[in-house]
């Protein structure tokens, strides 16, 4: 499976076009710039895991200063 992190304003996703066209089952994970600068301080583990391994597709890396 694929996991894939969204930041930014709310928009309707279909996970299932996407599992469709990659042939993979997906995790969406969906944050509001907001919600993802709480991220960087309730949930450490997780924020350094998407900055450090993450592979951003498009825009640059979420990094909270």
């Avoid at 992190?5 to 996970?15: L, Q, T």
């Avoid at 991220?39 to 990094?63: C, M, T, W």
């Amino acid at each position: 499976d694929y996991d894939f992190v969204v930041i930014g304003k709310e928009k309707e996703i279909h996970e299932g076009n996407i599992e469709k066209k990659l042939g993979k089952k997906i995790n969406l994970h969906i944050f509001s710039w907001g919600d993802w600068n709480k991220q960087a301080e309730s949930n450490k583990a997780f924020y350094i895991d998407v900055i450090s391994h993450g592979i951003p597709l498009y825009g640059e890396r979420p990094i909270v200063k």
